[in-house]
């Protein structure tokens, strides 16, 4: 008798199968239940494939050594040349035609490239302040690069480069 009583226990029922049993086809689960029995899911196909070349320019090297200051109107960063490659014997001067620079509101992005067969880059983002970017400027020298940020709230102090 007692084996009697253990068999017709009621099984233990989900919530979601307990909404369905409750509220029959009035059920938010009802329409889920049965869409999941009936419609088939689609099979990821390959519609085509194709061959993308990548050019991949030289790896840079970091620039982290470097200096800054500012004035009322502008933002000086010194980059010293000898800081970045010590000089040796039949190197070639670093000239205009290694040094290319873009700048953004918030960033100066400067690389050499090909410098005695080495490529370098600065990378600054999330300056303290916005700059002008048609108003920046960089000089090149054989010692070193002098880029000019022209800021654009004049006489609004800079206590640091990149903005913490």
């Not at 239940?33 to 061959?51: G, I, M, R, Y």
């Not at 982290?64 to 980059?79: L, T």
Request: hydrophobic share 30%; glycine share 4%.
């Amino acid at each position: 008798m007692a084996e009697e009583a253990q068999n017709t226990e009621t099984p233990v029922l989900t919530k979601t199968q307990e909404s369905i049993q409750k509220c029959k086809d009035k059920s938010y689960y009802y329409w889920h239940n049965s869409v999941s029995n009936t419609v088939p899911f689609p099979k990821p196909e390959l519609l085509e494939t194709k061959a993308v070349a990548v050019e991949v320019g030289p790896e840079h090297k970091k620039i982290s050594s470097y200096s800054w200051g500012e004035d009322d109107d502008s933002v000086s960063i010194y980059v010293d040349i000898k800081k970045i490659r010590e000089p040796k014997d039949g190197d070639e001067p670093l000239t205009q035609e290694h040094v290319t620079w873009q700048f953004g509101t918030r960033e100066v992005d400067l690389k050499l490239t090909n410098f005695n067969s080495e490529h370098h880059s600065l990378k600054i983002s999330n300056l303290h302040g916005d700059i002008v970017a048609e108003e920046c400027k960089v000089r090149v020298r054989p010692a070193r690069i002098t880029i000019t940020l022209a800021k654009t709230e004049k006489s609004k102090t800079w206590f640091s480069l990149v903005k913490k």
